[in-house]
């Protein structure tokens, strides 16, 4: 008689493995930690034979448990395929994208509703979050897009862009220098502070927040000055010399390896408004 292996099991042996333990492989298939447990436990009845060994903490595959991780890879692959097929494309689950707050107030707007128009029956998830914390959600599959900033020649850079100096120009001249930052860690924040280090210009951060709003307020009303780039627009820029030179960034995008046509059309789709897009008001 035929052993048939249950696709959802496979799926979240898969994660486990991907994850490196239950927890994370629980937030990537949406279960339990002990409904998890007890698919694995399934998996090894059915198989006879153990799949994981535990180090400490952590779950690490036994010789068995890899040769059935090559082949359970193959058979999700085949049954995404197949779904793709039938379904014409359409979107199995959520598109989970996440961006950090400078795009989100500038570019968020225009790119959903050109999606959604394309995709009526999207479903979209949308995290805000520093490209640290996206980054860690992409690579535990809980994002399949993440659009973040990192340093300048980035592997993931679709972008690159000069760092200014914003605010009142007369609080450039103070001593100390009132700064207005965003909570840690913040690549702005860090530049910002190296620069000043860099050059010998005291300063003292007046205004410290998690909110771009905010931050956007606290520039506004003259109370600190900050850096970032032009998709902070609408603020006074601080140019000439009176501050020091800042470094340039880039605007990086990441993504799953295996995703949906769909999603595959966002991912360039976000790629070509970032590279055409000139400033955001």
């Known amino acids: 008689m035929?052993?048939?292996?249950?696709?959802?099991?496979?799926?979240?042996?898969v994660a486990v493995v991907d994850g490196g333990s239950m927890l994370r492989a629980s937030e990537r298939v949406f279960l339990s930690q002990p409904a998890i447990s007890l698919q694995m436990k399934r998996l090894e009845e059915l198989l006879q034979v153990p799949l994981f060994l535990r180090e400490g903490r952590r779950l690490v595959l036994t010789v068995q448990g890899e040769g059935v991780l090559v082949h359970a890879r193959e058979m999700l692959a085949l049954n995404d395929r197949i779904v793709a097929t039938l379904t014409?494309?359409?979107?199995?689950?959520?598109?989970?994208?996440?961006?950090?707050?400078?795009?989100?107030?500038?570019?968020?707007?225009?790119?959903?509703?050109?999606?959604?128009?394309?995709?009526?029956?999207?479903?979209?998830?949308?995290?805000?979050g520093?490209?640290?914390?996206?980054?860690?959600?992409?690579?535990?599959?809980?994002?399949?897009?993440?659009?973040?900033?990192?340093?300048?020649?980035?592997?993931?850079?679709?972008?690159?862009?000069?760092?200014?100096?914003?605010?009142?120009?007369?609080l450039a001249a103070r001593e100390p220098i009132p700064l207005a930052v965003l909570e840690r860690p913040c690549r702005f924040r860090d530049a910002?502070?190296?620069a000043l280090d860099g050059a010998g210009r005291p300063y003292q951060v007046v205004v410290e927040t998690p909110s771009l709003s905010a931050l956007r307020a606290a520039v506004l009303g003259g109370v600190g000055i900050t850096?970032?780039?032009?998709?902070?627009?609408?603020?006074?820029?601080?140019?000439g010399e009176k501050l020091p030179a800042l470094p340039s960034i880039s605007y990086v995008l990441r993504r799953r390896e295996r995703l949906a046509p769909a999603v595959l059309q966002l991912h360039e789709l976000i790629a070509k408004q970032v590279q055409d897009m000139d400033q955001y008001g």
């Open 2 to 13: 035929a052993l048939n292996l249950p696709i959802d099991v496979l799926r979240s042996f």
């Open 88 to 128: 014409g494309g359409a979107l199995a689950g959520p598109v989970r994208i996440g961006f950090v707050q400078d795009f989100a107030e500038t570019l968020l707007q225009g790119l959903l509703a050109q999606f959604v128009a394309l995709h009526p029956d999207a479903r979209l998830e949308v995290r805000v």
């Open 227 to 239: 850096c970032r780039t032009d998709l902070f627009a609408g603020l006074p820029e601080i140019a």
């Open 192 to 194: 910002a502070i190296a």
């Open 130 to 170: 520093g490209t640290p914390q996206l980054i860690d959600l992409l690579e535990s599959d809980r994002l399949d897009i993440i659009l973040g900033i990192g340093a300048a020649g980035d592997p993931a850079a679709i972008r690159d862009e000069p760092t200014r100096w914003f605010g009142n120009v007369g």
